[in-house]
């Protein structure tokens, strides 16, 4: 479900890798020029800095932005959500929601950035996003009674509902995958199933959840729907 942006931003993973790799905290691997920030965030040092250029409206005059660095936050499910509706254009997006930069500046800087800066910035979204094309279910999860424990890295507090530190999810029918298939965003739609939610529940714990936690759990959604069975557990 939605496995498309998975394997594009793990790609961008791939891209990323060579043998200036460093370790940030023994967490997230990390390509070189880049650095863990004590909230999460990491800092990635641009080898070729660009300058953005921009007309003040009603005048001649030039506005220049040198960008010598990107600071990337790890992103929600509310980011999720604008990463998985953008097509052709998820790992842009997926990048703009990490720098906190309007979709139009990003548009911009995404073209100008350096080939190697780029996949650099993308290996690291995907880094702080848990982005896997790994099968079968996570190592952290336990099995009880044909119920999945997925215990979360990061809990999440839905506006209006209680706070969630673990997700209980339950097996999926026919019915459930018919209804899933029919969704306008089908991996919202296969946690209200597998959780056994109301679908409003569902969306604010989506939206609250970090992107790692989501990664993960579409694992467990994966193995309980039968696409992601091929390595086993």
Same mark, same amino acid.
């Given at each position: 479900?939605?496995? @498309? @942006?998975?394997?594009? #931003? ?7 890798? !060579?043998?200036?790799?460093? #370790? ?7 390509? %070189? ?12 040092? +641009?080898?070729?800095?660009? /300058? +953005?250029? /921009? ?15 990107? =600071?990337?936050?790890?992103? /929600? ?5 604008? @990463? ?8 842009? *997006? ?18 100008? &950035? ?10 690291? *979204? ?12 996570? %190592? ?6 044909? =119920?999945?424990? +997925?215990?979360? $890295? ?8 209680? &706070? ?30 597998? +959780? ?6 569902? !969306?604010? &714990? ?25 390595? $086993?557990?």
């Amino acid at each position: 479900m939605d496995r @498309v @942006v998975v394997d594009r #931003l793990s790609a961008a993973r791939a891209d990323s890798a !060579d043998e200036g790799v460093v #370790l940030a905290g023994g967490a997230m691997t990390l390509p %070189e020029g880049a650095e863990q920030n004590a909230d999460g965030s990491v800092t990635l040092t +641009l080898a070729y800095p660009i /300058t +953005l250029r /921009t007309r003040i409206a009603g005048s001649d005059v030039v506005h220049e932005e040198p960008i010598a660095e990107l =600071v990337l936050h790890r992103l /929600t499910g509310a980011d999720m959500r604008k @990463v998985l509706a953008a097509n052709n254009q998820m790992a842009q *997006v997926a990048l703009g929601r990490a720098c906190d930069m309007p979709p139009a500046r990003m548009a911009v800087a995404y073209q100008r &950035l350096d080939a190697s800066d780029l996949a650099a910035a993308n290996g690291i *979204v995907a880094e702080l996003c848990g982005f896997s094309v790994a099968d079968g279910l996570p %190592e952290t999860v336990t099995e009880s009674d044909g =119920v999945i424990t +997925l215990p979360l $890295g990061h809990a999440a507090q839905p506006e209006g509902f209680e &706070l969630r530190t673990e997700l209980a999810f339950h097996r999926l029918r026919g019915a459930d995958m018919i209804a899933i298939s029919q969704a306008k965003q089908t991996l919202p739609a296969a946690f209200a199933r597998a +959780l056994r939610l109301q679908p409003k529940e569902a !969306d604010a &714990l989506f939206d609250a959840m970090d992107a790692a936690d989501i990664m993960a759990a579409q694992r467990v959604i994966g193995f309980l729907s039968g696409s992601g069975r091929r390595t $086993g557990r």
